[in-house]
């Protein structure tokens, strides 16, 4: 079980737009520490895709966006493309357990 | 090319030890922290491990506390990951990952990974 819930799957047709949410607590989202977004391809790495809750890195469409509110983030995806069927993955850190870094459990976008 | 090249994985019977090695080229290696992150087949991402830029300051992710020790030579722009007493749920494809920053903030150049198989 994460400590950072993220719902398993999200699906939209191409040109939708989809949102994945990332639920923390007091201990980690809540206390003010970032969140950083993942997007990881079937058989490859994961790749970086949104930083500090809301910035993008060099490289990344502006279709993708961040953002948090208290103990909850959330990745958008606009104009849905083929190409973005991937899992993708918040991650932070956690005061209560030392620091140390979560991870959601993934989500499974699906473009239909 | 800012590149981060796993090796050391393999086989290893339960209870056995096994120490992976991340060498990082095209950086400046002492600059960096770093992390390892495991991923079990079909699973999702946990993060094992970190390692500040000098060395200062360690995490262990609770389910390795103890048995795993992360380690890094800035000499050899090299980053370890100690394991042992390694259990069947160490199972896992390990990756190293560079940090932004010194410290801990976001990982943003992973390696390609290896893959561990604690199996009798």
């Known amino acids: 079980q994460s400590v950072l819930t993220q719902p398993p799957s999200v699906s939209g047709a191409p040109g939708q737009r989809v949102t994945i949410s990332c639920t923390g607590s007091t201990s980690n989202l809540g206390a003010g520490y970032d969140v950083h977004w993942y997007q990881q391809l079937p058989g490859t790495a994961p790749k970086l895709l949104i930083y500090?809750?809301?910035n993008r890195p060099s490289g990344v469409p502006d279709r993708f966006s961040g953002s948090k509110s208290g103990t909850s983030a959330s990745l958008a995806i606009t104009g849905l493309q083929a190409e973005d069927e991937a899992n993708y993955y918040c991650?932070?850190?956690?005061?209560?357990?030392?620091?140390?870094?979560?991870f959601g459990g993934g989500t499974k976008l699906t473009v239909l | 090319e800012v590149q981060l090249v796993e090796s050391g994985g393999g086989l290893v019977q339960p209870g056995r030890s096994l120490r992976l090695s991340c060498i990082a080229s095209g950086f400046t290696f002492d600059d960096y922290g770093m992390h390892w992150v495991r991923q079990t087949p079909g699973k999702g991402l946990e993060w094992v491990s970190g390692?500040?830029?000098?060395?200062?300051?360690?995490v262990y992710a609770d389910s390795v506390k103890g048995r795993f020790t992360i380690s890094r030579d800035n000499a050899k722009n090299s980053l370890y990951l100690q394991m042992n007493s390694l259990r069947v749920e160490d199972t896992a494809f390990y990756y190293c990952?560079?940090?932004?920053?010194?410290?801990?903030?976001?990982?943003?150049?992973w390696g390609k990974g290896t893959t561990v198989t604690v199996s009798s």
């Open positions: 390692i500040t830029w000098n060395s200062g300051y360690i």
């Open positions: 500090g809750d809301n």
């Open positions: 991650q932070s850190y956690d005061g209560s357990l030392g620091g140390s870094g979560v």
């Open positions: 990952a560079k940090d932004i920053g010194r410290k801990f903030y976001y990982m943003d150049v």
